[in-house]
């Protein structure tokens, strides 16, 4: 393509979660022309879902279609396998099995589709649109629910030869610690870094500290965002919580440091908004745990990327991977 030509080259970035489905049409610059959504939800059989979906998007690209040239199709999903193009028994959705959903969608829509997972999605958004632009060495760290993560080496996302590379979330970092609430592995990163997991440690910690203000809140309302407010008013316990998830979390990052010697590392997703909170306890403990070769010598950055669109964007960017 020439550089008159990306002007009219559009993607369609999708971004299936487990309640709803966003959507948007996006150019090379990073720019949502269109967005929307519908509920994931509403459709037992996967067949249904992509009816309803075709419906609420077509009309969006016969719009763009006069004067754009739609290049593809990009989905993030959960449990997506990107050689496939299938998303394989996703945990939050009603779709069971083996869902060859990148053929079904390319047959309902007659445009070339992309599948990987949402992880991977974000990564691949970073590098074209985010922080990473002009990085060939990063990892990607989403910290939201759960965690999850992308690899990129020499410019690109490592998949393993079964498409499911990358799951750092679930790799141990406490031996015999804390159960995973779904896996049931015990001391999983995810089970102590995640806005999950900080709730449990919150709660944990409020127990053996009366005198925090997290006891002001009911148990229900104990969250990474409730806890960042008892941290901004001062609250020594809500600070240890941040320190002590920072403490897990940069121990593990020094772990993949070593494996892969990125130029960075980036963190995304609801749980960064507890700022320095997060990521001094964060930076110290990875660079303390690190070989003196690799200290000082990794970027560890948040995401330039707005939540709200992340997803689409990154799914989009599928469709223009390894291409000029």
Excluded at 209 to 223: A, D, K, R, T, V
Excluded at 273 to 298: S, W, Y
Aim: with cysteine; net charge neutral.
């Amino acid at each position: 393509m020439s550089l008159v030509d990306l002007s009219k080259h559009i993607a369609l970035g999708v971004d299936i979660g487990g309640t709803n489905t966003k959507f948007g049409l996006v150019n090379h610059r990073g720019q949502i022309l269109e967005k929307g959504s519908i509920k994931t939800d509403n459709y037992v059989e996967v067949q249904d879902f992509i009816e309803a979906f075709y419906e609420r998007v077509q009309p969006l690209l016969e719009k763009y279609s006069q004067e754009k040239y739609i290049d593809g199709i990009g989905v993030g999903a959960p449990n997506g396998n990107y050689y496939r193009g299938t998303i394989e028994n996703p945990p939050n959705l009603k779709w069971k099995g083996v869902v060859p959903f990148s053929e079904m969608i390319t047959q309902r829509f007659g445009i070339s589709c992309k599948l990987t997972n949402d992880a991977n999605a974000a990564a691949l958004g970073e590098m074209m649109f985010g922080a990473a632009r002009g990085m060939r060495d990063f990892i990607m760290i989403t910290l939201g629910t759960g965690i999850g993560s992308g690899i990129v080496c020499n410019g690109q996302l490592v998949y393993g030869y079964d498409g499911f590379a990358g799951e750092l979330g679930h790799t141990i970092v406490k031996p015999g610690g804390r159960k995973h609430y779904s896996t049931g592995s015990e001391g999983s990163l995810e089970a102590y870094a995640s806005a999950t997991g900080i709730s449990v440690t919150a709660k944990k910690f409020r127990a053996e500290f009366p005198e925090s203000m997290l006891n002001e809140y009911p148990e229900e309302q104990i969250n990474a965002k409730t806890v960042h407010q008892c941290a901004l008013k001062g609250d020594p316990i809500a600070i240890e919580v941040f320190r002590y998830t920072g403490q897990k979390l940069g121990e593990a990052l020094a772990n993949f440091v070593m494996f892969s010697s990125p130029e960075a590392i980036l963190l995304f997703g609801g749980v960064i908004q507890a700022g320095d909170f997060l990521l001094k306890p964060t930076r110290f403990h990875m660079e303390r745990n690190l070989l003196p070769i690799f200290r000082g010598r990794v970027k560890l950055v948040f995401s330039e990327l707005d939540e709200a669109n992340a997803a689409i964007l990154g799914a989009s960017a599928l469709v223009w991977e390894n291409k000029s």
